[in-house]
């Protein structure tokens, strides 16, 4: 770096986060011992792979930051005054990152030694550079944060219902057996129900998938409405629905079903301006049994739809 770099770039070193406020004079024989570093675009400064023994401070162009690989999106941007590398040269391990040129940059190199001896002739450095850690430190928790919550939104995703708002199959098939085991420690009564929408399909191809989604929405409205604190409830996959009753024996659980299937007879439903055909059900119900695992009581419960469909649909079947 050339003897007068400072006179030259006071102007510049000035509006540097890590020598905001520092009496550059104090600090002039360090900065004679810096270099100046030209990297082209897309060119990696920094990598886990390797040690790194400096402080870059970006004089001009853009810096990313990556994680993990260099193929997943930018984390954050370095521009022009921030620094890179701080923490790797406090704590002496590799950078937990990939630093990359976005564009081509310009940067002023300081050594292990040379920030270190910065920071035993001048406070403000020292101040300085305890906040760059701390931004850094900051923004670090505001990463797990949001990936906290992302991982929430995809647990969410993963068991509930896009359509209808409700649980999903998966998170049934999960908590069945749960269910089960609770049934039997308390010693209470727990009834399984399948519910089928009659003749959707035919529905679906004269009305349209809108209209049929319409009518799903409505139908697991009235089932959600219609729950206890303890009962669960799923849409099972198209237009079929299941749920478990607890604490309820079978004569009890056929009333439920009943009472819900006459809500669900009474809909009104428009798609537009235009009013839908009244809405009839089939269901299944069965009580679980001492022998039964969650597929046979399952097996029993869709027996039962089965026998209900081949009576002539509109209907409920208790086994």
Same mark, same amino acid.
Request: a negative charge; hydrophobic letters at 40%.
């Given at each position: 770096? *050339?003897?007068? #770099?400072?006179?030259? %770039?006071?102007?510049? +070193?000035?509006?540097?986060?890590? #020598?905001? &406020? @520092?009496? =550059?004079?104090?600090?002039? @024989? $360090?900065?004679?011992?810096?270099?100046?570093? %030209?990297?082209?675009?897309?060119? /990696?400064?920094? &990598?886990?792979?390797?040690?790194?023994?400096?402080? $870059?401070? =970006?004089? &001009?162009? @853009?810096?990313? @930051?990556? =994680?993990? &690989? +260099?193929? %997943? *999106?930018? =984390?954050?941007?370095?521009?022009?005054?921030?620094?890179?590398?701080? /923490?790797?040269i406090i704590d002496s391990q590799e950078p937990s990152a990939y630093v990359v040129a976005e564009t081509d940059v310009k940067l002023l190199v300081l050594s292990q030694a040379t920030i270190w001896a910065m920071v035993n002739v001048s406070h403000m450095v020292a101040k300085n550079l305890l906040y760059i850690l701390t931004k850094r430190l900051r923004h670090g928790h505001s990463v797990i944060a949001d990936g906290v919550e992302l991982q929430k939104q995809l647990q969410h995703h993963a068991v509930v219902d896009g359509l209808t708002g409700i649980h999903n199959r998966r998170w049934f098939d999960e908590t069945i057996s749960r269910k089960i085991q609770h049934s039997r420690l308390s010693e209470k009564a727990l009834c399984l129900v399948l519910i089928d929408i009659d003749y959707f399909k035919s529905f679906n191809d004269s009305f349209g998938h809108l209209a049929g989604d319409r009518v799903i929405c409505a139908v697991a409205d009235v089932l959600l409405n219609n729950m206890r604190g303890d009962d669960m409830l799923a849409r099972f996959g198209g237009d079929e629905f299941i749920v478990a009753l607890t604490d309820t024996e079978l004569v009890q659980a056929l009333r439920i079903i009943q009472r819900i299937k006459n809500l669900i007879g009474h809909l009104s439903v428009y798609d537009d301006n235009r009013l839908l055909p009244v809405i009839n059900i089939t269901a299944g119900i069965s009580r679980l049994e001492a022998k039964d695992t969650a597929a046979s009581f399952f097996k029993r419960t869709d027996q039962a739809l089965y026998e209900a469909k081949n009576k002539g649909r509109d209907c409920i079947v208790a086994v």
């Open positions: 770096m *050339p003897i007068k #770099f400072l006179a030259k %770039n006071k102007a510049l +070193l000035s509006k540097i986060h890590l #020598f905001h &406020s @520092v009496d =550059l004079e104090s600090i002039e @024989v $360090y900065l004679e011992a810096c270099i100046e570093k %030209n990297i082209a675009a897309h060119e /990696v400064l920094l &990598s886990p792979q390797q040690q790194n023994q400096h402080i $870059y401070i =970006l004089l &001009s162009g @853009v810096l990313q @930051v990556h =994680l993990d &690989s +260099l193929d %997943n *999106p930018p =984390l954050n941007k370095i521009e022009e005054g921030e620094c890179v590398g701080e /923490v790797s």
